[in-house]
């Protein structure tokens, strides 16, 4: 994993707003598969060459090949049923109290994604490749068509993640089932890391699931994230660690998120993830404060920070200076070498969302760029 040991790298954390072509035959029942293929792979190659132009460092494949940014893994394993959900069923509440307090809110905005179905483990839980395949076939085929010598990563479930609200009616124990879970998700984190990319572990429900089990006190929540720490690491056994970036975010959505779970009561958990990066956010009005946890809190030795110093989730255009003078904060508290300056999340964590307009998304991550050249400036 490149360092900022010249200039201050930029990256962000990996999904992209799929462009109107690519969208429309994801959201087609039969569509032509040929068509498909060629216009997912053209669609990649036109993202990796727009990241390049940018001026971004490390960079994806927008996650073009994905669903959804945790959902996706439904494809690729096998074990799991779909079924209606029964009529007296609890619909899952991943708001919390926050949905009830701003009930008005969420009763008029669309933050996310629900589906009357029930996914459930009926079996022995197995990986299939043929998908991550395609994506890793797609990726080297768009990084040969650029020039700059660029660091590519791609993002993958974590095991906390991993279908959230699956119902588990094979395994004997919720630890047998991670576990299992793990042996899964390893298969396609040591497939992207054979193939040279950086590998990306995307953990959104870690700190989410705060919000349902609130009620239970910290002391459950944490031993519920614990286990699921404990798993991740099992699947990463052995993996390179200096290759491996690991990202948290409170859920990406627009939303007012006022019960957000503080970084303080999740940083330690955050850093025993076997990670020589952690991704977190840092630039949205809830979190941006989080800098101070880092006063106090020490970087393990070797590993980088990746702040998020813009935002996916406001149309507004952050100031190149203002992503300056985050970048420079973070370098003062845990060494400018230790900084790759990001995104607090991405752009559209499902093929049919777009958080901002596309030009939006291209604006932001150009800012990101510039401030990052701004702060080089300043440290170096």
């Not at 509440?93 to 926050?98: P, T």
């Not at 650029?146 to 588990?168: C, G, H, I, K, Y």
């Not at 953990?203 to 519920?224: F, H, I, K, P, Q």
């Not at 948290?248 to 303080?264: A, Q």
């Amino acid at each position: 994993m490149r360092r900022s040991s010249e200039r201050v790298l930029t990256t962000f954390v990996g999904s992209l707003i799929r462009p109107p072509e690519l969208r429309q035959l994801q959201t087609i029942d039969g569509a032509d598969p040929r068509q498909y293929a060629d216009t997912l792979r053209a669609a990649v190659g036109e993202a990796v060459r727009h990241q390049v132009d940018i001026g971004l460092d490390v960079v994806s494949d927008g996650e073009f090949g994905k669903s959804n940014w945790a959902g996706y893994i439904l494809n690729r394993v096998s074990g799991f049923e779909l079924r209606p959900v029964p009529p007296d069923a609890q619909v899952y509440n991943r708001f919390g109290r926050e949905g009830e307090q701003f009930a008005d809110f969420y009763s008029e905005n669309v933050v996310g994604e629900w589906t009357p179905r029930r996914v459930v483990c009926a079996g022995p839980i197995t990986y299939r490749p043929a998908e991550i395949q395609r994506d890793i076939a797609n990726f080297k085929a768009a990084l040969t068509t650029v020039d700059t010598d660029v660091e590519a990563f791609m993002p993958v479930v974590a095991p906390a993640s991993f279908l959230r609200d699956a119902v588990n009616e094979f395994y004997a124990t919720e630890e047998e089932y991670l576990y299992a879970i793990a042996d899964a998700l390893r298969q396609e984190y040591q497939a992207i890391l054979d193939a040279g990319f950086l590998l990306q572990v995307d953990d959104a429900v870690l700190a989410t699931m705060w919000l349902v089990m609130e009620s239970e006190g910290l002391e459950a929540y944490r031993r519920w994230a614990e286990l699921r720490i404990e798993a991740l690491n099992n699947a990463l056994r052995g993996l390179p660690q200096e290759r491996v970036r690991y990202h948290l975010c409170w859920g990406s959505w627009p939303g007012p998120h006022v019960t957000d779970i503080p970084l303080e009561h999740v940083v330690d958990l955050l850093l025993r993830v076997n990670a020589g990066a952690y991704a977190i956010e840092a630039g949205n009005p809830r979190h941006m404060h989080e800098w101070r946890v880092w006063q106090s809190i020490s970087l393990p030795p070797g590993t980088v920070l990746i702040p998020g110093v813009i935002s996916h989730c406001t149309p507004v255009v952050e100031h190149p200076q203002l992503v300056s003078e985050r970048i420079v904060r973070y370098a003062n508290l845990v060494g400018k070498h230790n900084v790759i300056a990001g995104s607090d999340c991405g752009f559209a964590q499902s093929q049919g969302l777009a958080r901002v307009p596309s030009s939006i998304m291209w604006a932001k991550l150009a800012v990101l760029v510039e401030g990052a050249r701004l702060a080089t400036k300043e440290l170096f």
